[in-house]
């Protein structure tokens, strides 16, 4: 086990150019090496598309309720394997500029400073702008 998390994000302001199959291989390959928590943090859920053909199964569930705070960090996560967790997002996670209103500053960190004990490696998917969850995840 590493001592800290390592963080990495994986953004561009352009879209299709791989940023959600850059953060899974990233993640699969580094979970060979520790344990990986996975976030999607992209409105466009192309990463919780990929491991949830329900999106029922998510509902409620995602990264956007926790980080305005209807749920815990905890209950968002999702154990993919024996090595990788999953944090999905959804449609909703567009609404996250207004949602968070008074309250954006550091709310992705302060959630993972919960639970990066638990993880060698977390890397996050962002969407193609630097819109306020491109922010949070930098």
């Given at each position: 086990?590493?001592?800290m998390?390592?963080?990495?994000?994986?953004?561009?302001?352009?879209?299709?150019?791989?940023?959600?199959?850059?953060?899974?291989?990233?993640?699969?390959?580094?979970?060979?090496?520790?344990?990986?928590?996975?976030?999607?943090?992209?409105?466009?859920?192309?990463?919780?598309?990929?491991?949830?053909?329900?999106?029922?199964?998510?509902?409620?569930?995602?990264?956007?309720?926790?980080?305005?705070?209807?749920?815990?960090?905890?209950?968002?996560?999702?154990?993919?394997?024996?090595?990788?967790?999953?944090?999905p997002?959804?449609?909703t996670l567009?609404?996250?500029?207004?949602?968070?209103?008074?309250?954006?500053?550091?709310?992705?960190?302060?959630?993972?400073?919960?639970?990066?004990?638990?993880?060698?490696f977390?890397?996050?998917?962002?969407?193609p702008?630097?819109?306020?969850?491109?922010?949070?995840?930098?």
């Open positions: 086990m590493i001592d998390a390592k963080v990495i994000t994986v953004t561009n302001v352009k879209g299709g150019v791989g940023k959600s199959t850059t953060s899974l291989f990233i993640s699969n390959i580094l979970k060979e090496q520790g344990k990986v928590l996975l976030i999607d943090i992209d409105s466009q859920n192309s990463l919780t598309s990929y491991f949830f053909e329900d999106a029922e199964l998510i509902n409620g569930k995602t990264i956007l309720e926790a980080m305005i705070g209807e749920i815990g960090i905890q209950e968002t996560i999702n154990p993919i394997d024996k090595n990788l967790d999953f944090i997002a959804d449609i567009s609404s996250l500029d207004k949602q968070l209103k008074n309250s954006r500053d550091f709310k992705l960190k302060l959630l993972l400073d919960e639970v990066k004990d638990n993880y060698d977390i890397v996050i998917d962002t969407p702008s630097l819109h306020l969850e491109t922010i949070q995840a930098l």
